[in-house]
Each structure stands twice: as structure tokens, then as C-alpha cells.
């Protein structure tokens, strides 16, 4: 196991340069879930930009209620508490947005902080050479349309080797470690984070997406990517990954199986599982 320093509250705030994201911090040697707390909290009146952030989390979870690998001391497990919408976005383009802004904000963190590019993969999965390197989980509580509640789940594998993912995980996942050959400071990537986050939720507050739009499809790996797409019920679409819509949708042209139809109209998929198909 490399050495990973432990996170700290004063380490997290010494360079923390938000103006409300992580003003109220909450560190936990383990818990169940970082979101799971974090929606308890925000339930109860927890401040706007409140950050839960666990060593360690017994029940993580990912999207479409997949388990979270989060062993304990080398990766980054945090949940942010976002009250406010702004101006410049309807609730429902809001809400839309918020994961590909977050994994977008995240990224750049990485860059930031350790000099590694990493993809996205629609529409938040972060990877490095198609192993998946984080993810996020964002869940609502809208007790009422004035007042929404988003908790930003992030999870980030950092100072975790290879082989201390469990087997059936090594051939898909990644740590920042393995590209970048140090230890990779979480208490700086985490002041980082939030910076990253706060800026690009400004961003959708005051001039809506279409910047982030722009900066989300430089990054977007799955765009040009033959996929399969799971809608449910036993049902796929295969296709074309050709842009992100303005809505944050994945626009799909589906594979034609008429040699009359040259090219089907594109399908907007706003919420599914995504798999990219190997050329």
C-alpha cells in the first residue's frame, strides 16, 4: 500500500479558496455514505456548501445503486450540499447539468493538481485510457420547486496501487497513483475540487451551459464512439455517439439496419447506462 497522508480539516482549509463550498466541513474516520449523510444533513437545514468528506465508506455507491469501492486512507470520498440554482438556468436544465458539470469540475482538479488528463465518459465517469479513475453521484431532495436541494456525491481513486483493487475491479479501474508514480496530496485535491466546482456552478448559475457545453465536449470521450445503450426493460440502442444537446442529453444516431435509410435522426438519451463499444 503507498503512503498516503491522512486528511485533515485545517490541511483541507489551508489552501481552500472557495466562497462557500467547504466553509462548513465535516471529516469522518468512516461512514456508511458520504451522500447518505450529507442528504440527512441537508434535510435538516444544513447550510448550502456544507462538505461531508469519510476516509472510508462501508456502503458507497455509485450510479443506478452500484456498490463504491472505499477502502480506507488513499482515496477521496466527498459529498457537497448545493442549495442555490441561479439565474440563468431553468430547474430542469439544472438538474440535467449539474453531473456533467461536476464531472467536468473534477477533471480539472486532477489536471490541476496532479497533471493528468483524464475523459469523461458520459455522463460522469471519469477515465484514464477507458479505466474508470472516479465517478459521481448527484441525488435530489426538492422539498419544493424555490428550494432544491442537489448533494454532489464524488468519488475519486488516488493513492490506491493496482493490485489492491479487488481482481474482477483491476482490469476497469484506475488510481491516480499509477500514472503519476507519487503519492498524489487528497487534502490539496479536495481544496482544488471544491474550487473547481464553485466556479463551474457559477458558471450554470449566471450564463447557463453553453461554456460548460463547450468545455464538457473537449473532454467527452464517448463522443464518436460507437456504443450500446441500456434503456431498460430489456432494451438497447445501438448507435453513434455524436454531441451533447443543450439539455446535457447524449445525442445518438442509431445504426440503420435499411440500406433506404442513410442516417435515422438522433435520439436524445438523458438518462442510461452507456457502453462504449470496442472499434
Known amino acids: ?59 458507497g455507491r455509485g450510479r443506478h445503486a452500484r456498490n463504491w469501492y472505499s477502502p480506507p486512507g488513499t482515496n477521496v470520498y466527498c459529498s457537497i450540499i448545493i442549495r442555490e440554482i441561479g439565474q440563468g438556468v431553468s430547474l430542469s436544465e439544472w438538474l440535467s447539468w449539474v453531473p456533467l458539470t461536476s464531472a467536468l469540475a473534477a477533471a480539472e482538479a486532477v ?33 419544493s420547486a424555490a428550494n432544491p436541494i442537489v448533494v454532489i456525491g464524488i468519488g475519486l481513486n488516488v493513492n490506491m496501487p493496482r493490485e489492491s483493487f479487488p481482481k474482477e475491479l483491476q482490469p476497469i479501474a484506475a488510481s491516480l497513483i499509477e500514472v503519476s508514480r507519487h503519492p498524489i496530496d487528497r487534502n490539496r485535491l479536495i481544496s482544488q475540487l471544491l474550487l473547481e466546482l464553485e466556479q463551474s456552478l457559477d458558471e450554470l448559475h449566471s450564463h447557463g451551459p453553453v461554456r460548460l457545453r463547450q468545455a464538457y ?63
Not at 447524449?250 to 433506404?260: C, D, E, F, T, V
Request: with cysteine; aromatic share 2%; charged share 15%.
Open 1 to 59: 500500500m503507498s503512503f498516503s497522508a491522512p486528511l485533515s480539516i485545517d490541511d483541507i482549509r489551508s489552501t481552500l479558496a472557495t466562497k462557500s463550498l467547504g466553509h462548513h466541513l465535516y471529516l469522518h474516520r468512516e461512514l456508511s455514505s458520504t451522500n447518505a449523510e450529507a442528504l440527512s444533513l441537508a434535510q435538516a437545514g444544513e447550510a448550502h456548501g456544507t462538505v461531508v468528506v469519510a476516509e472510508s465508506q462501508t456502503a
Open 111 to 143: 489536471q490541476c493538481v496532479a497533471a493528468l488528463a483524464l475523459s469523461v465518459k458520459w455522463p460522469n465517469d471519469l477515465l484514464y485510457h477507458d479505466r474508470k479513475v472516479g465517478g459521481i453521484l448527484c441525488e435530489s431532495s426538492l422539498t
Open 217 to 279: 465536449t473537449t473532454r467527452c470521450t464517448t463522443l464518436g464512439r460507437h456504443v450500446r445503450v441500456l434503456l431498460g426493460h430489456e432494451q438497447e440502442l445501438l448507435g453513434t455517439a455524436e454531441a451533447i444537446s443543450a439539455g446535457g442529453a447524449l445525442q445518438i444516431r442509431p445504426l440503420s439496419s435499411s440500406a433506404a435509410v442513410q442516417s435515422p435522426p438522433l435520439i436524445d438519451i438523458h438518462a442510461a447506462d452507456v457502453i462504449h463499444l470496442r472499434e
